[in-house]
């Protein structure tokens, strides 16, 4: 059984690991603002989807894309508009060489369709799945052939014997869909072969056996399974700039595991101290960090998100959407620092500093050191709330594990408070 002592080093690292992870969790999903992860994404699986893996056959996925209901999930910054015209001539060059080489076997990309949406920055981090289902079918019923678009001329133009005998038709011929899916197959059926939009499109479209209702519920649970795998590819990702990021942190501020929890094992008054700080956190964070799951899981269930990660609260109530990136990660600096923690690196021009052994000075101590590093790397990997529950739980548990005679004395002294 863990004695009191170990627990108590346990809770510092944890109070240490969290607040890194923090730090990391902000970092990253600056980065993910910045570059538009979520939206790159979203829009490289649209692009799969409906134009395949040749690159210059985009019209299906540029006009889905420039549909307004499409249009209306995001706002194109100053930053994105500027980028797009700085980029848009090197692609129409690059895809015009392309086009007169003779040797490029490709499909190739439309005349008017060199740059587009797809070629742009900007887009949504998210669409919901009813309006990717409708704007496929109204993306599909405007590329429907002339033939197609002469069926909805007005009654008072078509003869009436037509009329009267393609009713019939429909209600004799058990073999012949109703007509309200045969604008949008014809749609489909020119696509080029190598599109694999057409295969799945007709596949959906015979399974909805005349109906656009079922076919646009189709469509929805096509989108929906690809967006599960998506968000593995994003997860991925994330976790692989996660352990860049943490690997960063973790050498920038010096931050060895193994030195870290000696001096906890070795210095009573530092380790109590580190206990106290990390009762306060777990007092200041909890009430907030629910309200953020919360939030969180109810975003979830209601639209499909391109998102893995969890934003813990700072230690009131603001939220941190509210507060700078830069302004958190100094506060949780500074909350690390007042510790007094062997974290960080000594400052050359302070000599009379005393030497915490935050630099080695043997072969052996750099191995160690080492180590250090990477058990911290590994460990902010796991992310804020994993260290969050795990800092709570040891909380809990140091407390269930105190000596009667300092519960007595906590309790006298809580009452002691209160009364006055």
Do not use: C, H, K, W
């Given at each position: 059984m863990l004695n009191l002592q170990m627990i108590e080093v346990g809770i510092g690292l944890a109070l240490i690991y969290f607040l890194l992870s923090i730090i990391v969790s902000t970092i990253n999903e600056a980065i993910a603002r910045i570059w538009e992860m979520r939206a790159a994404t979203l829009k490289v699986a649209i692009k799969q989807m409906l134009g395949g893996e040749y690159e210059e056959q985009v019209e299906l996925a540029t006009k889905f894309y420039q549909h307004s209901l499409i249009k209306s999930l995001f706002h194109e910054g100053t930053f994105d508009n500027a980028y797009n015209k700085r980029k848009k001539p090197r692609v129409e060059a690059r895809v015009k060489a392309r086009r007169a080489s003779r040797s490029f076997t490709q499909?190739?990309?439309?005349?008017?369709?060199?740059?587009?949406?797809?070629?742009?920055?900007?887009?949504?981090?998210y669409i919901p799945s009813t309006t990717f289902a409708k704007t496929i079918v109204s993306v599909l019923k405007e590329q429907a052939s002339p033939e197609a678009q002469k069926k909805s001329a007005p009654l008072d133009e078509k003869p009436l014997g037509d009329l009267f005998t393609n009713w019939l038709k429909q209600r004799l011929t058990a073999?012949?869909?109703p007509a309200e899916l045969e604008d949008i197959r014809k749609a489909v059926e020119q696509l080029p072969n190598e599109n694999p939009a057409r295969q799945a499109l007709l596949t959906l479209l015979d399974d909805a056996q005349g109906s656009l209702d079922r076919f646009e519920a189709n469509l929805e649970a096509w989108f929906n399974t690809t967006m599960e795998r998506v968000s593995g590819w994003y997860k991925r990702k994330l976790q692989l700039i996660t352990l860049v990021i943490a690997a960063v942190v973790t050498l920038a501020l010096?931050?060895?595991?193994?030195?870290?929890?000696?001096?906890?094992?070795?210095?009573?008054?530092?380790?109590?101290?580190v206990v106290t700080a990390a009762e306060k956190r777990v007092a200041a964070t909890q009430e907030s960090t629910v309200q953020a799951t919360e939030m969180l899981s109810t975003t979830v269930g209601s639209l499909t998100v391109l998102t893995t990660t969890t934003t813990i609260s700072p230690t009131s109530a603001i939220s941190p959407t509210q507060?700078?990136?830069l302004t958190?990660?100094?506060?949780?600096?500074?909350?690390?620092?007042?510790?007094?923690l062997p974290v960080g690196w000594p400052d050359p021009q302070n000599r009379d500093a005393p030497d915490l052994g935050l630099v080695p000075h043997t072969f052996v101590g750099w191995l160690s050191r080492i180590g250090g590093w990477l058990l911290t790397i590994f460990a902010l990997a796991l992310g804020a709330p994993f260290w969050f529950d795990m800092l709570n739980k040891l909380v809990n548990l140091r407390g269930a594990g105190e000596p009667e005679e300092k519960k007595t004395t906590k309790t006298t002294a809580e009452l002691r408070g209160r009364s006055r």
């Open positions: 499909p190739v990309r439309a005349a008017g369709f060199e740059f587009t949406a797809l070629d742009s920055r900007g887009g949504p981090s073999d012949n869909p010096n931050v060895d595991t193994i030195l870290i929890a000696n001096t906890l094992y070795r210095d009573p008054t530092l380790r109590q101290a507060t700078a990136p958190q990660i100094d506060g949780y600096i500074t909350e690390l620092y007042a510790l007094q």
